[in-house]
Structure formats: C-alpha cells, structure tokens
C-alpha cells in the first residue's frame, strides 16, 4: 500500500499570461504507516499537490501510482482511491449540508454503495472518533461551534474508512485547546488505526512534536524529504523559505553560540528540556 | 471546469482599450451591440467580425481565453440555431416527420449563431478589460441624469460591481465546496438528470451559506468604513475624457455609420 509520483507537474490557467506552475517535477513516495508533515510557506503547492493523490486533479505531466497501479488508467476506479485516501480540506467545515450531524457523516459511505447498517455503524465510530457523542447526532451542524464544526467535517471523511488521511491545515483558525484536541486525534489515529497521515500545517512546532517525516515545498518544488530533527538542521535555508525552525531550536542554537556544549538538534520543548537538564547536572557535578 | 467561465471577469494587462474611459467601453459595446441587429448579409457580419477582432487585438486578451468563455452559452446557442433551422418556411431541402431543413433556415441560422457569438464576444470583453470598479463608476457616472427622477442609480451601480466583483470568488468556493464533496465520493457527473440535480444539494447548500456568510461579512467591512450610500460620496480617481477617449468615440460613430450605410446600400 504506499502511493507513488513520478515527476508531476501542475499548471494552473496554462492558456492565459499568467500561468502558475503549481507543482514542478515532483517525485515522492509515501509509505505506509507514515506520519508526513507537508510544509511551504503560501503558494508553494501545497494543496495542489495533495489533490493529486485523491484524484481530483489530473496532473499535467507526470504519473501517480496507488499500489503501483496508474491511477491515469481508465480501468482505475475513482470511487476506491478516495474511498481509501481521505482528503480533509482548509475549513472543512464549510462542506457541510445536511440538517442533522448524523446524516452528513452519513454522506461519505453513503456514495460508496453501503448497506444502511454499515452506514449508520461507520458514521457513529467516526463521530466517536473526534469525541462527539449521541447527544449531537440529531443538531444541526450549522448550529455547532466552529471546532464542533470541524470535527463533524473531520468525520465525514473518517466515516470512509481511508487508510490514508491527508489533512490541510486542519487546525487554522481554531484555539489552542481545540488545537491540541485535533492534533492528538489525529496521533491517536496513526498510532490506533495505524492509518498513514498526512498533515499540511504552518506550525513548526506541531510538525516536531508529531510527524516522523518532514518534506518541505517551495515554489512548486520538493526542497527538502527527511526527519523534521535533519530538516531543522537547515534553519538557516528554510528561513530563505519564507519557513523556520521551532523556537527551541533557535535556543538550543544561541545557548550553543554561548560557549554551551548542547544538542542543537532539539525541535520540542520536551526534548530541549532534557538536554538542558542533562548539561546543568554536568555542571553542578 | 469551472474556470472556463469567463464572463464578467477581469483580464488584468496592459493595454490601449484597458486604459480608455468605461463610459467609452460602455457606449462602445452599446453601439456594437446596435450595429449587430442592423447587420444584415455577409459584409456586415464580416464588418462586424473584423471590427471586434481588431479590438481584441489591441486588448491584448487572448483569443483562446475569450472562445473558452463561449462554452457557457453553448446550449443556448444550440437552441436558437436548432429552431430557427428547423421552423423557417422555405425552399425544403430535406424532410424527416413535421421537421423540415430549408435553405432560408440554414441561412438565418448561420447567420443568428455569427450576431449571438459576437454578441457574447463584444460584451464579454467590455468586462474583460475594465474593472468591476471602473465599470461601475462609468454607469453611475453615464447614468447619472436618472438621480433627477429619484432613481437610485448609485445604489444600482454599486450592486452591480458587487454582484461583479462576487462571480470569481464563488466560482472558486464551487469549485473548492466540489472537490470537498468529491473526496466524500460524491458524483457530479454520471446518471440522469434528476440524479445529477440531487447530486447539486451537497453543493449548493454550503455554496449558499458561503454566500451568505460572505455578504453579510462584506456588508460589516463596508459600514464599518463609514459606507451609508451614494449621497456626498466623492471619488478618489473622478473619470475624465482625454483625446483618446474622443477619438474612440469618433471610431465607434464612423463603424456604426458605415454598418447602416452598408444595410442600405445592399438590400438583401
């Protein structure tokens, strides 16, 4: 199970004078089980590039394999890639359209061809799922708080059972409690359900704390495919990105410029905890 | 898909007809669209036909861009050519049923599907060169006389850009509310008409709410700059004619003459 692309290129209105060259030859290969973090400042091709590997835009050039088989190929079905590649949009909330809650999350297996039974039994793990119980299976999901909002969207797409979730910037415009709710989810799913993840976010942070591989966009281009920690060690080029480093790592480098014989490979708070404490007991001894 | 809609959208490059006063690209299309109901036989559709593509020359929008445009008001198109085929009385060249193709038939409606494509053509491209800004200020300026007989004519105007302004963005959001539903593995393509309309619910739902949600944001931004209508209100780039401006309008007067002139000159 892993997906597969082969130099693909995107352009956005190639006809008129301003063509955008979206994605530029961009070749990757996503394993599975993997925690991805996909970060690019605005514009980078971020959100191009994850439409890619749902189907739902076409690539100008370039192939994408699904268990290497072409998903360009006409005996391809559609309907299992995004049955089993989840795609959670910007403010997905903004999807929704049924009166009640239950019957949204219903929607997604309803198009795959269900029985009403499996329906309604995957439609309540997956509001299980983002923690909302019973009680909001019949409001209106118009009527709910934005983060309420966003988990019931957030489960329209669970309720498909994909195997790979790819979520794009699932946590803009939420508090920092309904922030954390979200992201730990989210772990919680890889870890559980030992779905692949793929998370587009702005946050250095949150990309340190949970991903295990980092790739970094800019201008339509990969820059950069490895651990966040070999990622981070490029501060200085991802500023040049119009990105940066966690702040820890900003510390851990200035306490290195100050004589201090740290690890400047910390990207966490947890992780810059210790290495501290470890060079403070060095000193004390 | 989507964004092949063209129509009331803005082209943003440099050009002699971007620059010229909206009221010239107003009166401009108005007169256009005159002399196309005055044409009538080959040389004034050819007229016609030169004229708008000089123009569109000069705009420097691409041709292509423009006849993507077109793909919306295919259907239409298609059925105004289709009656006017089918229902002219004439010479019969072939028969099948109560459905006859006559000569005179073939001929209108050759000539119906050139007035309508150019029309679509000649005033698309009024929006394609001018911004919804610009066009409004030249119909509330154009208009202005109809303020005396208390006709909101700012009121209007601003409506219209608004309404302008709102096509791309909620062609955008459609496409974006689309995509959303297709990865819930919602089909907007296949079976019959009554499924593909129960297929649009997902869609427009939330396109409605969007909408809303985005007027009533607007209507917020706008008062909270002190927006309360037309009265007092002064322009920060007030339109005047230049030389340009006057020359186009001779131009314009001088096609249209030489449009009713030919129309006379040569009965059909």
């Not at chain 1, 910037?169 to 409690?177: I, M, R, V």
């Not at chain 1, 920690?229 to 200085?236: A, D, M, P, T």
């Not at chain 2, 709102?166 to 296949?190: H, N, V």
């Amino acid at each position: 199970m892993s997906i597969k692309l082969e130099h693909v290129n995107y352009i956005y209105e190639p006809d008129t004078a301003f063509p955008v060259h979206a994605t530029d030859d961009v070749s990757l290969e996503i394993h599975d089980g993997e925690f991805i973090a996909l970060i690019g400042h605005t514009g980078s091709g971020k959100s191009t590039l994850i439409q890619h590997l749902n189907g739902l835009i076409h690539p100008t050039s370039g192939t994408i394999y699904y268990n290497g088989k072409n998903i360009a190929d006409a005996d391809f079905s559609m309907k299992e890639l995004r049955s089993k590649v989840g795609l959670v949009f910007q403010y997905p909330e903004h999807q929704l359209f049924e009166m009640d809650v239950f019957t949204d999350v219903c929607f997604g297996p309803k198009n795959l061809g269900l029985s009403e039974e499996e329906i309604e039994q995957r439609a309540k793990d997956a509001l299980e799922m983002v923690g909302l119980d019973e009680s909001y299976y019949k409001q209106s999901p118009f009527e709910l708080s934005g983060g309420q909002k966003r988990r019931v969207a957030i489960a329209g797409v669970l309720a498909m059972k994909p195997e790979v979730l790819i979520l794009d910037e699932p946590t803009a415009g939420l508090d920092p409690k309904g922030r954390d709710e979200i992201l730990d989810q989210v772990a919680w799913l890889h870890k559980n359900s030992h779905m692949t993840i793929i998370l587009v976010s702005h946050s250095m942070e949150d990309v340190a704390r949970y991903a295990q591989r980092l790739i970094v966009m800019n201008k339509g281009k990969v820059m950069f495919d490895a651990t966040p920690v070999e990622v981070f060690r490029h501060y200085k080029e991802l500023e040049t990105m119009g990105l940066a480093a966690p702040q820890v790592t900003y510390i851990a480098h200035a306490l290195k410029e100050h004589g201090l014989d740290i690890n400047t490979d910390v990207t966490t708070v947890e992780e810059a905890k210790k290495e501290i404490l470890r060079l403070w007991r060095q000193r004390t001894c | 898909m989507l964004r092949d809609i063209t129509i009331g959208q803005y082209y943003a490059v440099e050009s002699p007809i971007h620059r010229l006063d909206p009221r010239v690209k107003l009166a401009g299309t108005l007169l256009y669209i005159v002399s196309l109901f005055v044409a009538e036989g080959i040389i004034c559709y050819l007229l016609a036909a030169v004229f708008l593509g000089l123009v569109v020359r000069l705009s420097k929008v691409p041709l292509k861009y423009m006849v993507r445009g077109l793909k919306s008001i295919v259907f239409l198109l298609l059925l105004s050519v289709s009656f006017n085929i089918f229902l002219t009385e004439g010479r019969v060249i072939f028969q099948v049923g109560f459905l006859r193709i006559t000569v005179e038939g073939l001929v209108i409606a050759a000539f119906m599907a050139v007035r309508l494509i150019l029309l679509i053509l000649g005033s698309t491209l009024m929006t394609l060169t001018t911004t919804p800004n610009n066009l409004t200020d030249g119909l509330e300026k154009s208009l202005g006389f109809l303020n005396k007989i208390h006709v909101p004519v700012h009121d209007m105007a601003m409506m219209m850009s608004i309404a302008l302004r709102f096509i791309p963005i909620l062609i955008e959001e459609t496409d974006k509310i689309m995509k959303a539903q297709m990865a819930r593995g919602a089909d907007f393509e296949s079976g019959n008409i009554i499924k593909k309309a129960k297929a649009m619910v997902p869609l427009l739902v939330p396109l409605f709410v969007s909408a809303f949600r985005r007027a009533s944001d607007l209507a917020m931004a706008m008062e909270a700059r002190c927006y309360h209508g037309g009265e007092g209100r002064t322009k920060m780039k007030p339109l005047h004619y230049n030389g340009r401006d006057l020359m186009v309008y001779g131009i314009l007067i001088v096609y249209l003459a030489v449009m009713i002139g030919l129309r006379i000159a040569m009965p059909v």
